[in-house]
């Protein structure tokens, strides 16, 4: 056989196993729109006959977070399971749009396909001349096609699509992301870490007041809280994703701090703060490589 024969005996073969998964893809995606349908007729679930949008939305930030948690711990054997859940929050949406005659499934995946589209036009279209031969051209190219379509919404601000119920660290970084595409951001490290320091000294400023306003505090960790976020995006952390391990950590620490004061035979409030300390120093010991 010639190199030829066996490059078009592969390419055939990798058609056929591509064209299967398509068929297999568009099947399973058939049979969960189905039997969304089902739960949602006149004999199926009442549970699920009985949700509205806005019902749906905690179970959907919950499905998301359990999708970013099972990235996070590496346990993607899990993860098919957990993209499922989340998928399942799309299709209910889409079915109850459906019912009441707003827009179906179609609508939605093929609105994301044009949009992607539109903003990939290095891809799939004539580019606006602004090469994206690396990953940071192509996000530059990106940002300029999302800036185009805000102007065709007549939006006034880069503010103005932010959603309000982004988890709060979550949308300060995207904020000052906005802010510093037209050039509003430090270029360099010194000045946001001299805000941090600037913002702590306001906090005990307001907090050592003669008599403390707890509203002015708020407003000063407010503050001190996106400066914060503000180092995480210029050393490209995801503010959101570093508190979550941080919580993690701190949860599993603690859990062996109880257990040491369990092992002592001792409640908690028989403690000092002092040995309750050393517990906690011996938890980061076992767990300092987490």
Not at 8 to 18: I, Y
Not at 41 to 58: E, F, H, L, R
Not at 162 to 184: C, D, E, H, M, Y
Not at 263 to 270: L, M, N, P
């Amino acid at each position: 056989m010639s190199n030829s024969d066996a490059n078009t005996k592969g390419n055939v073969k990798t058609n056929s196993l591509a064209e299967n998964q398509w068929l297999e893809s568009r099947q399973a995606l058939s049979r969960l729109l189905e039997l969304m349908q089902t739960l949602r007729s006149d004999n199926g679930c009442a549970w699920d006959k009985a949700q509205t949008y806005q019902s749906i939305v905690p179970h959907t930030l919950e499905e998301a977070y359990e999708v970013a948690e099972t990235i996070e711990l590496g346990e993607l054997d899990e993860l098919p399971g957990e993209l499922g859940d989340l998928l399942f929050q799309v299709v209910f949406y889409a079915q109850i749009a459906r019912e009441e005659g707003r827009f179906d499934f179609a609508q939605v995946a093929n609105g994301i396909t044009d949009k992607l589209t539109r903003r990939h036009p290095h891809i799939f279209g004539q580019s606006l001349g602004v090469p994206a031969d690396n990953a940071q051209q192509a996000l530059g190219q990106w940002e300029a096609l999302k800036q185009q379509e805000r102007h065709a919404k007549a939006q006034t601000s880069l503010m103005d699509d932010i959603p309000l119920a982004l988890p709060a660290l979550t949308r300060a970084n995207k904020i000052q992301k906005r802010a510093a595409s037209v050039g509003f951001d430090w270029g360099e490290l010194p000045p946001v870490v001299d805000k941090i320091k600037e913002e702590i000294d306001e906090v005990l400023v307001e907090v050592n007041c003669a008599n403390p306003d707890k509203a002015r505090i708020e407003d000063e960790i407010g503050d001190l809280l996106f400066a914060t976020v503000n180092l995480a995006r210029h050393l490209k952390i995801n503010p959101e994703q570093a508190l979550r391990g941080a919580n993690r950590k701190f949860a599993k620490r603690f859990r062996g701090v109880e257990q040491s004061v369990e092992s002592s035979g001792r409640a908690f409030d028989e403690h000092t703060l002092e040995q309750l300390e050393d517990y906690w120093q011996q938890a980061k010991l076992h767990t300092k490589d987490d």
